[in-house]
C-alpha cells in the first residue's frame, strides 16, 4: 500500500504558475509509474502526465506549459504548471501503479485559474 498526498493547489490569475507536490509514504522509485490526473468541473477524470521509468507522456493541452518531476529521496512527485488557463481548473490527483498492478490515489488538490 501507498498513501499519496497531494499539496499545492489554489486560486491563481490566467498567465500564472502553480507547484504541486504529491508525498508518498513509501519509496517511489520502486512504482512501475507515477502520474497527475485531473477532473475538470462537471467531467470525467482525464490524464494530465505520467511517467514510467523515465518515460513521460503529456496531454496535449498542457504540452510545453506542464511539467512533472520527482525526488525520490523524499518520496516526492512534483507537477510544474506555467501559463495556466481557465480551462486548467479542476481537481488535481496524483497516481502511483505498481508493478504488480496496484494503483493508488490521493485525496486530490483544487486547482481555480480564474481569467
Known amino acids: 500500500q501507498v498513501q499519496l498526498v497531494e499539496s499545492g493547489g489554489g486560486l491563481v490569475q490566467a498567465g500564472g504558475s502553480l507547484r504541486l507536490s504529491c508525498a508518498a509514504s513509501?519509496?517511489?522509485?520502486?512504482?512501475?509509474?507515477m502520474g497527475w490526473y485531473r477532473q475538470p468541473p462537471g467531467k470525467q477524470r482525464e490524464l494530465v502526465v505520467t511517467?514510467?521509468?523515465?518515460?513521460?507522456n503529456y496531454a496535449d493541452s498542457v504540452k510545453g506549459r506542464f511539467t512533472i518531476s520527482r525526488n525520490n529521496a523524499q518520496n516526492t512527485l512534483y507537477l510544474q504548471m506555467n501559463s495556466l488557463k481557465p480551462e486548467d481548473t479542476g481537481v488535481y490527483y496524483c497516481?502511483?501503479?505498481?508493478?504488480?498492478?496496484?494503483?493508488?490515489w490521493g485525496q486530490g488538490t483544487q486547482v481555480t485559474v480564474s481569467s
Open positions: 511517467d514510467s521509468y523515465g518515460s513521460t
Open positions: 497516481n502511483g501503479q505498481s508493478a504488480i498492478g496496484g494503483t493508488y
Open positions: 513509501r519509496s517511489i522509485a520502486s512504482l512501475r509509474s
